[in-house]
Structures are given as structure tokens and as C-alpha cells.
């Protein structure tokens, strides 16, 4: 005989009371089970909740950062703008170039036109070893004291490296009038 029998012939609990409470039990099983499912139920869609929940902070968060990252962009590239060529602001337009017979050594490059190079053509970057550069100078191929026009063809941004080197002859001008050609795709 089965051990969980032995126990309950030891107890001598009548049969129709075992059975009574057997029924009462599955009973009350049958009644709370779908509450059981339900809870379960919304159990699970609270924990789906609260994923979905967190998913969209972390995608918020990352938004966030993205556009911090680029409002930081901005306002570095317009201290950028305001320290280095302070007349950023004026009109970007080349009025024109310099009479070359009036002239023995040229007038100073226009602000307008380092903006444009600047900023426009060499994209922030060095025209020659096409680093970007937070400080450019404008060099003249062309030096102005033999003349050389202020004209975008005769300009080249370069960092000042580049430039010390230019200046020293080390990159000369024909190295540079073949950068700045392949550049400008002539």
C-alpha cells in the first residue's frame, strides 16, 4: 500500500469528508484559475509596458544626445566663424579685383573673400594636406609683392604649417598652382 494511504487510514478521516474536501477544492481552483490567468495576464502586459516604457526614454535620451552633440557643432562653428574672420558677416560677394597697372604690390585680401575660400571652397580644411584647420591664412601663389592679384585663382587656404612651408619655398608655387587646379578641376 502506498505510503500517502497508510497516512490517511492512520487518521481515520471519514471517506465522504476526504471527498467532500477534494470537491470543495477543485471548486474553489476552478473559480480563482481565471483570476490567476488574468493577473498573469496583465502581469505581462505591464512588464511589456514598461519595456516599451523604456525603450522610448533610451531613444529620447539618445535624441537628446545626438542633438546636443549638434547644437554643440553649431555653436563652435560660429565662435569659429566670429573669432577667425570676424566680417563673416558682411557681404560674401568679391567686389572685384585690384587694377594691376595701379599697383606695384597688391592691396590686402578682402575679408569677404577669405570667408568665401574659407569657408566655402577648402570646406574649414587645409587645401593641402586637407586637415581641418581652426586657424587658416590665406596665401597669395602668387606673392602680392610681385603683384599677385586678389583673385580665387591666386588664393589657397593652408594651416599654418603648410603656410610656414610655402612661405620657406618648400611647397612651391607650381606644387601649389597643380593642387589648386586639381581642385578646382581645371
Keep these: 500500500m502506498p505510503l500517502p494511504l497508510q497516512i490517511l487510514e492512520s487518521l481515520e478521516i471519514p471517506l465522504d469528508l476526504l471527498v467532500a474536501l477534494f470537491v470543495a477544492g477543485f471548486i474553489l481552483y476552478s473559480i480563482f484559475l481565471p483570476l490567476r490567468k488574468k493577473r498573469r495576464k496583465e502581469r505581462a502586459a505591464a512588464k511589456e509596458k514598461y519595456k516599451e516604457e523604456q525603450k522610448l526614454e533610451r531613444i529620447e535620451r539618445y535624441k537628446l ?42 592691396n590686402p585680401t578682402p575679408e569677404n573673400l577669405k570667408n568665401e575660400l574659407y569657408f566655402e571652397r577648402a570646406n574649414q580644411h587645409c587645401e593641402w594636406c586637407e586637415e581641418w584647420v581652426d586657424t587658416p591664412e590665406i596665401h597669395h601663389i602668387v606673392p602680392r609683392s610681385e603683384g599677385g592679384k586678389n583673385t580665387a585663382g591666386n588664393l589657397i587656404v593652408l594651416c599654418p604649417n603648410c603656410h610656414r612651408k610655402a612661405d620657406r619655398g618648400v611647397l612651391s608655387r607650381s606644387k601649389l598652382e597643380y593642387k589648386l587646379n586639381r581642385q578646382l578641376g581645371k
Design 65 to 106: 544626445q545626438i542633438e546636443a552633440r549638434q547644437n554643440r557643432k553649431k555653436i563652435r562653428r560660429q565662435q569659429l566663424k566670429s573669432r577667425l574672420i570676424p566680417s563673416f558677416l558682411s557681404l560674401k560677394k568679391h567686389r572685384g579685383t585690384w587694377d594691376e597697372d595701379a599697383f606695384e604690390k597688391t
